[in-house]
């Protein structure tokens, strides 16, 4: 079911947008159309069903693993990491293509992501030894690090740069190469494949530490191994589209209400209501350009869609 969902909000957002495609006539070599759905709108699709998987999967594994349920992917100082390595890459001025196709930004971004969550994982082993508590606040407080690092780096930027900063950090979904999506694409998809994999792991770490150890469960190893998962999986979906919020927070919760709290079924559920959610989030900020001639963050639709939805759902529960 999720994945027939996918799949037609795949096709609505592939025929729709600044300008309505025939998709007979798209796929139909030499034309107009064709041209548009497969150079800007196919790659644009692809992205947006990419981070959406990745950032959902990984909020629900989070939940899950930390059995919090405000818990999102962006806990682990991810956000942090790669918001302020995609701010210094644009003050210096770093545009050229670098890694699998990678811009100057999604470069510094993916670096920053990945320093960022490896400083956050070691402090927190090293404050709480085996609890998930040290590393939540770890993360907690290495983006309020990030946040102060990237006002002050604003602040010293030229205006024609400020832009650019203030847009990848409301989270951008822009046309990125093949390369780059390949790339990307292959992390996100192996890191969430190996998440489901390790969904039985999950669900008996819900029931404790104590518990799960006393099933035959490497505590310290499996969440060692999901953290590092759930990081890689947001790395490369942030260095990509930047902060899209929301997603990972809210989707869970969505799949959870129909599937139960089994991850086996929850977390890919998750990834794919999250492509889907975030497809049609993309395709409301295409169709906005028709009546506002400007195009909005697709972070910004997902937190005006996100937020109340999410209000509501606390209110019902």
């Known amino acids: 079911m999720g994945a027939l969902l996918a799949a037609l909000c795949a096709l609505v957002a592939l025929a729709f947008g600044e300008q309505a495609l025939d998709l007979g006539e798209a796929f139909t070599a030499g034309t107009t159309a064709h041209t548009i759905l497969l150079s800007l709108r196919l790659p644009r699709v692809v992205l ?21 349920p405000l818990a999102d992917p962006f806990v682990l100082g991810v956000s942090g990491g790669a918001a302020l390595g995609a701010t210094i890459a644009i ?22 992501a990945v320093a960022s969550t490896g400083l956050v994982l070691t402090v927190g082993r ?3 030894g085996e609890s998930a508590t040290g590393t939540l606040l770890a993360g907690v407080i290495f983006n309020a690090f990030a946040l102060a690092a990237i006002i002050f780096i604003k ?40 998440m489901w ?34 990081s890689a999986a947001v790395s490369a979906a942030v260095a990509l589209s930047g902060l899209v919020g929301f997603v990972g ?24 209501l999250g492509a ?28 005006l869609l996100g937020g109340p939805l999410f209000l509501l759902l606390m209110v019902r529960r």
């Open 276 to 303: 889907s959610f975030l497809m049609l989030a993309d395709l409301a900020a295409r169709l906005m350009f028709r009546v506002f001639h400007t195009e909005p963050p697709v972070g910004v639709i997902t937190a």
């Open 249 to 272: 927070l809210l989707v869970p919760h969505l799949a959870r209400l129909g599937l139960g709290a089994d991850q086996r079924l929850t977390l890919p559920a998750s990834a794919l």
């Open 155 to 194: 602040a010293l930027v030229a205006p024609d740069k400020l832009g650019e900063v203030l847009f990848w950090l409301a989270g951008a979904l822009g046309h990125e190469s093949w390369s780059a999506l390949a790339f990307s694409g292959t992390v996100i998809t192996l890191s969430v494949l190996a």
């Open 48 to 68: 947006a069903a990419m981070v959406g998987a990745a950032l959902a999967a990984s909020g629900s594994m989070l939940q899950a693993l930390l059995r919090n």
């Open 126 to 128: 090293a404050s709480r």
């Open 91 to 112: 003050a210096l001025g770093v545009s050229t293509a670098g890694l699998a196709g990678l811009s100057g930004a999604s470069v510094f971004a993916l670096v920053g």
């Open 197 to 230: 994999a390790l969904a039985p792991r999950i669900n008996l770490l819900m029931l404790g530490d104590d518990d799960a150890q006393s099933l035959g469960v490497d505590v310290r190893r499996t969440r060692l191994a999901l953290l590092l998962l759930a």
